[in-house]
């Protein structure tokens, strides 16, 4: 069992930036592949960045490409997300979510755990 906590969310302006941490508990973090996604009102849940167990592979989704890091600490069993040059268009609640097979996946239906998620807003 893996309990997902985040933290990090807030109001920001254009072009600001915010970092996003998922803290989560049990022992077995770092063998799992972590994902964050993002859920805007009335919308579909979608991808933005996963990290496998290892750290070695990484994917992120076109629209934050170049703007947003993942990364994880697995010693402190937390994930991040550094989030550059915000547009009002990442305007959207942020899971982050665990994998159980340690590969992570652009798919929301791997994923075996999730967090309440954080609530992210930028202004134009």
């Known amino acids: 069992q893996v309990q997902l906590v985040e933290s990090g969310g807030g109001l920001v302006q254009a072009g600001g930036s915010l970092r996003l941490s998922c803290a989560a508990s049990?022992?077995?973090?770092?063998?799992?592949?972590m994902g964050w996604f993002r859920q805007g009102p009335g919308e579909d849940r979608d991808f933005v960045a996963c990290?496998?167990?290892?750290?070695?592979?990484?994917y992120y989704a076109d629209s934050v490409k170049g703007r947003f890091t993942i990364s994880r600490d697995n010693a402190k069993n937390t994930v991040y997300l550094q989030m550059n040059s915000l547009n009002p268009e990442d305007t959207a609640v942020y899971h982050c979510?665990?994998?159980?097979w340690g590969h992570g996946s652009s798919w929301w239906g791997d994923y075996d755990y999730w967090g309440q998620g954080t609530q992210v807003t930028v202004s134009s």
């Open positions: 979510a665990a994998d159980y």
């Open positions: 049990g022992r077995t973090f770092s063998s799992y592949g």
């Open positions: 990290i496998s167990w290892s750290g070695d592979r990484i």
